[in-house]
């Protein structure tokens, strides 16, 4: 029997002995060193005036109207804040700040989910037109709604109370409809799942979804504890006396109450009273912005991608 021969296998040329094998280039991203450049500068412009205000706070009076950027690290004290502390009443503008803060941002953080969870999941009649005019109210400016409320406030007698100060506008439109996005994206099997499994409606909400919109739960807390330090228009009508008045309308009064109390204050010691009770101000928002920034990033990205 006669093999038929193999067929010829194509020639490949050898890879001569000093020519290196290709070496595969792994490349990083980095942005252009002109947006980093610019970048750096915007953020010194923002953090320029903070700086200064904050060292500042703590140089002579004189100084500071004198010499406004210069510094003598020898020359530093805590006379500015020692006066603010004996001429305005700061304490209990902070006191007021926290209960406000508490109670209206608990309710907030906890009907707010519960009304968006609501809108998400549970088809009824009227949901579309209910919502749509939640959404409206967003487009409402704040000063055509004060008369409104302050005339409610005068009829219900809570002028100058803490609950004028925390019901209106503690369940946010905004945070309704940020939590109902939110909640969109929670896929209906793991509710299902657990009715199935016998849990209450209401179980559903607290252990099923609360845990899982977590991080945009977090991000809504930031930007209510903002909301509510820094309010300050609705705080200064329905609140006028100073047992009542909030850290900011404290803050707005403060020439005020310095040139009241001190005879003969100058413009350096007001200057300096005032950028000690501003630092005052500052520092707690900025610690807590500056602790919880991670949470916040993670709140404002949770349910912008369906997975």
């Not at 200064?52 to 805590?78: C, E, N, R, Y």
């Not at 350096?268 to 919880?292: D, K, Q, Y």
Request: proline share 7%.
């Amino acid at each position: 029997m006669v093999t038929a021969p193999a067929p010829a296998r194509p020639h490949v040329p050898a890879r001569p002995a000093d020519r290196p094998a290709p070496v595969r280039r792994r490349w990083v991203a980095t942005g252009p060193l002109g947006t980093q450049l610019l970048l750096g500068l915007l953020a010194l412009a923002f953090l320029a005036p903070v700086v200064w205000a904050l060292v500042s706070a703590f140089k002579p009076a004189t100084q500071i109207v004198s010499d406004p950027l210069g510094l003598d690290p020898s020359a530093l004290t805590l006379e500015n804040f020692r006066r603010m502390f004996a001429d305005v009443p700061i304490g209990q503008g902070f006191v007021n700040t926290a209960v406000v803060l508490a109670v209206k941002g608990s309710i907030t953080l906890f009907c707010a989910p519960l009304a968006a969870f609501a809108f998400a999941k549970y088809t009824f009649r009227g949901r579309d037109l209910l919502f749509g005019t939640v959404l409206i109210t967003l487009m409402l400016p704040t000063i055509v709604l004060i008369i409104p409320l302050l005339l409610e406030m005068k009829e219900l007698g809570w002028v100058n109370t803490y609950q004028a100060l925390i019901l209106p506008g503690a369940v946010d439109a905004f945070a309704i409809f940020w939590m109902r996005q939110v909640i969109a994206a929670v896929p209906d099997e793991l509710l299902d799942a657990a009715r199935v499994d016998g849990c209450t409606e209401f179980g559903i909400f607290w252990r099923i979804v609360l845990p899982v919109i977590r991080p945009a739960l977090a991000g809504l807390a930031v930007l209510t504890v903002m909301n509510i330090y820094n309010d300050f228009v609705w705080p200064v009508i329905a609140a006028s006396s100073e047992r009542m008045a909030t850290l900011q309308v404290v803050l707005s009064t403060l020439a005020q109450n310095i040139t009241g109390n001190r005879i003969g204050a100058d413009y350096a010691t007001v200057t300096g009273e005032l950028l000690a009770a501003a630092s005052i101000a500052l520092v707690p928002l900025l610690i807590a912005f500056i602790a919880l920034q991670k949470h916040f990033i993670n709140g404002i990205l949770a349910g912008s991608v369906k997975g």
